[in-house]
């Protein structure tokens, strides 16, 4: 089930916040409403493998109760640990890679050596995967008590608004939330608002971009003899993608703390304006800070993180996260390539003292946007070879000349969008909306409490109406 | 603080009153439609029965939504602000004179156009041997070059070449053809009055013009009289009825009136008797049966008076515009020729004029989904004087190419 959809809307999430807030009584029934609601989202795009998630919940809650029961042997609560990775990333490595693995081992020997699986990816299992593996690493470092009620591992590991597509919560953060969250109108007054943004960020800014970056990547597949991608184009094509894996990625964070806030849930930021970063180091505290977060405390600080010995130890530990971050993204060389894109860029810096050595910032925002830009390429590309001709593509290297009649009707038809999309990548709303709510009692404070609300249900309207008409809804990051 | 939240708190009551009301709403509203749905596709054996029961539901929640219309009409409304000229990520796009029509960015020429052309010669020679002819006869597109004027790189889909490429494949096969571009565009009437600015459709006038040019070319071509003194091509012998602003076409449904705009329709009835039998099957494999002068039997008059522009296309007032299988018989002029069409849409009231004309118009309609008519075993059943085969541009596809798939056994 999608949240930009009309079911979501209009029957789903009705009924579970009515229900939710009649059980005000009992903490309790209403996590387990929550939970039980949260399997039926699920269910509604997984009739199947809703029984693999479900399974992951017994399993880890399990583990996080034998773990904890076996905390003086820390031989055989190591071990359980262990099975623990085992289990979980077995199982994600069974759904999402093995394929992967087989299909490039098969490369090697020029045979058919291994057969393919017909598994099909499970919606969210990265995400969910992660989760419960946070979990079941918070109960082992002792960061937190053990969950012995299953329920509430249950609503830990598949909470509806972060289950397919994050932002990652670590359980340390929203265990205590699960029993003492203290719900108000408030929350729900901000979580509401907050959701009707996501929703608009999606339906209105995302999925016009994506019309442009969907087709102008998918031409530069089809070959320049029979479709050529002139340069303007081409360029486009990236910027269009930047923004839109900006403003869907996003978007979807939004509606996720939005959601969240609704039911009490305070969930931690996953993006923060990426785009004004003047670093690669910058930008990766600022864009899915959940997963960058995940992999620094479960995979770079037990390795040692920066503060080794050796600067070799160091490096070895970037490269690890960096792999697996591109890894994480998917089965496909374009994603390693794209992670290791960023721990070369990531890597320079550190030993140049970039920061300490520059301080033209617009230069510094040129170059990180320029590499950022190129790493969505790969990011973006079917693979490398793909990859490689966008790239010419994109300096008229592939006997595609430069100037495209197209790219201007795209800049036409879109630019609203573009500019809209440009502006509101920066924090000038952030900063309006604060200069505005401290003028308090002032005309323009009153006309903006006034057109405020006015403004968010013609945005609600109005992406209804684009629910309703059917327009192009593309969600990229279903395949993670 | 209070102060700041005081917005806040005001939209997250708008939005749980609609949330709720119109939830509610929704779902009285969409209640029976969805029961329906359920019960259809209830039974579930394994999980592609249950991935189609959730995808059959959620498809009745989108189409049966309350207000869809006016969501719709919003949606435009937005897309006409904006001044766009493409609808629905470039399916369509609109001209500078607000006609729209097919867009596409990119298209794989389609390696089988030989092959299509081979069908039709197959057919052609198997029916030869009755003495009956066939004739390929090729409507004009929407898109005209120089008229529909578009932004430079605009990617509007220009047919024509398939056209072009057909018509001359066809001719290398040995089948005739006629090709109504130059007949209808040269007609004299504006290209506003030979196409909708809604619908894929020509006109009505347009379609009497391809009805009389038809008539000259068989006339010509085959040396028959069929309307020496050019009575039945005289329109002024027609009754001409005009509803201005009555009909959204089936582009403009997908964007709504305001961004549209809606289509003068104009009904052409004979002003000189008539008395034919019109039958049809629908694709419910429902028989259909109509007889009494042109009004009674060709006309759907009650689509002309209906007030449910979204869902009724006025085009369909003849002969419901297009059914598996059609037939018109003309009980005053049992001599007249026999004729077999295999067509689309775009030929129900070219065919419905010269009914009068002939005393058996046979149709079938190949890309038809339910209750199909197999053309060969029809053609072995019936004899013909004529056979036509007449598609609208974007129909030269494989899924229109139904017959003669193979060489005829000598």
Redesign the interface.
């Known amino acids: 089930m999608l949240f930009s959809s009309i079911v979501f809307l209009f029957y789903f999430l009705p009924v579970v916040i009515l229900v939710y807030y009649v059980l005000s009584f009992s903490r309790l029934t209403q996590n387990i409403w929550l939970f039980i609601a949260s399997i039926f989202f699920y269910a509604w795009g997984e009739p199947v493998y809703v029984l693999l998630m479900i399974s992951s919940i017994l399993l880890n809650s399990l583990l996080g109760l034998l773990i904890d029961k076996n905390r003086s042997d820390t031989k055989k609560s190591k071990r359980l640990l262990i099975v623990a990775c085992f289990v979980n990333l077995g199982i994600l490595f069974m759904f999402k890679y093995l394929n992967f693995v087989v299909e490039n081992v098969n490369q090697m020997v020029q045979s058919d050596l291994l057969s393919t699986t017909t598994l099909l990816l499970p919606i969210g299992i990265s995400f969910f995967t992660f989760q419960a593996l946070s979990y079941v690493f918070d109960v082992y470092k002792g960061k937190t008590k053990v969950e012995k009620n299953p329920f509430y591992v249950g609503l830990y590991i598949s909470f509806f608004p972060q289950l397919i597509a994050g932002p990652i919560i670590q359980y340390n953060d929203v265990a205590d939330q699960i029993r003492n969250r203290k719900g108000s109108y408030q929350k729900f007054s901000v979580g509401a608002c907050r959701f009707v943004t996501g929703l608009g960020k999606k339906m209105l800014l995302a999925n016009n971009f994506a019309v442009m970056a969907d087709n102008i990547f998918n031409w530069s597949t089809i070959g320049q003899q029979s479709y050529p991608v002139p340069a303007m184009l081409a360029w486009l094509g990236v910027i269009a993608y930047t923004l839109q894996i900006f403003f869907d990625f996003s978007a979807y964070s939004d509606m996720a703390i939005g959601l969240g806030l609704m039911f009490g849930f305070k969930f931690e930021e996953n993006f923060n304006y990426p785009y004004i970063s003047r670093s690669i180091t910058e930008f990766w505290r600022r864009w899915h800070i959940s997963l960058s977060t995940w992999f620094r405390d479960y995979v770079y600080f037990p390795l040692g993180g920066s503060r080794v010995k050796s600067k070799d130890k160091m490096v070895r530990n970037l490269l690890i996260v960096w792999l697996l971050t591109g890894i994480w993204h998917g089965a496909n060389w374009t994603f390693i390539f794209w992670g290791m894109w960023n721990f070369i860029f990531i890597l320079a810096e550190r030993f140049l003292n970039y920061h300490e050595n520059n301080s033209h910032k617009i230069l510094m925002h040129i170059y990180t946007m320029t590499v950022v830009m190129f790493g969505w390429v790969a990011f973006r590309a079917t693979d490398l070879y793909q990859t490689g001709r966008y790239f010419l593509n994109m300096f008229g290297l592939n006997g595609n000349g430069f100037y495209s009649e197209l790219a201007i009707v795209f800049l036409k038809e879109n630019a609203l969008w573009l500019i809209l999309g440009v502006i509101l990548s920066t924090p000038i709303a952030r900063r309006i909306n604060l200069l505005l709510a401290k003028r308090k009692m002032s005309v323009v404070g009153n006309i903006y409490n006034i057109a405020y609300p006015v403004a968010m249900t013609g945005l609600f309207i109005i992406c209804v109406s684009y629910l309703a008409r059917g327009t192009y809804n593309p969600f990229i990051y279903f395949n993670f | 603080m209070k ?10 009551g ?3 009153l ?3 009301t ?2 509610i709403a ?2 009285i509203h969409q209640f029976e439609a969805t029961s329906k749905t359920f019960q259809k596709y209830q039974k579930v054996t394994n ?1 592609e029965d ?2 189609k029961l ?1 995808k059959k539901v ?1 498809g009745t ?2 189409d049966e ?1 309350l207000g ?1 219309i006016s ?2 009409e ?2 435009g409304y ?1 897309q006409k602000v ?1 001044g ?3 609808v ?3 399916t369509y796009g609109k001209d500078k004179n607000g006609f729209l029509n097919y867009a596409s ?2 298209k ?1 020429d389609d390696p089988k156009l030989m092959e299509y052309a081979k069908q039709i010669r197959r057919l052609k020679e198997s029916v030869e041997k009755n003495g009956t002819k066939t004739l390929f006869i090729n409507p004009p597109g929407k898109y005209v070059p120089n008229i529909s004027v578009y ?5 509007v889909n220009d047919i024509n070449q398939v056209q072009d490429e057909f018509l001359l494949y066809l001719n290398n096969n040995g089948v005739e053809t006629l090709d109504l571009r130059k007949p209808i565009l040269e007609s004299g009437l504006p290209y506003e009055k030979l196409f909708y600015k809604t619908d894929h459709h020509w006109t009505i006038e347009a379609a009497f013009l391809g009805f009389s040019a038809m008539v000259a070319d068989m006339e010509s071509r085959y040396g028959v009289s069929l309307d020496p003194s050019k009575f039945y091509r005289n329109l002024s012998n027609y009754n001409t009825y005009f509803y201005p602003k009555s009909m959204l076409g089936s582009i403009g449904r ?2 709504g009136i305001n961004y549209s705009g809606l289509d003068d329709f104009t009904l052409i009835t004979p002003k000189f008797e008539t008395d034919l039998i019109w039958e049809a099957i629908d694709l419910n494999g429902d028989k259909k049966r109509k007889e009494g002068s042109f009004e009674e039997a060709i006309v759907q008059l009650n689509l002309l008076s209906s007030t449910k522009i979204y869902s009724v296309s006025r085009y369909d007032t003849y002969i419901e515009t297009i059914n598996p299988w059609d037939k018109i018989t003309n009980k005053k002029n049992k001599d007249g020729p026999k004729i077999l069409c295999i067509r689309d849409s775009y030929f129900s009231p070219t065919l419905s004029f010269l009914a009068p004309l002939c005393s058996e118009i046979h149709m079938i309609w190949p890309l038809a989904t339910a209750s199909n008519v197999d053309i060969e075993k029809y053609l072995e059943e019936n004899s013909f004087d004529y056979v036509f085969i007449e598609l609208y541009p974007h129909n030269i596809k494989e899924e229109a190419f139904t017959f003669f798939k193979s060489e005829v056994k000598k």
């Open positions: 102060h700041f939240f005081m917005k806040k708190y005001i939209f997250a708008i939005f749980l609609i949330l709720f119109f939830g929704n779902f999980q249950v991935r959730i959620e929640v989108n939504l869809k969501f719709i919003t949606y937005i904006m766009k000229d493409e629905d990520n470039f960015f990119y794989e932004d430079k790189g605009f990617p997908n964007s």
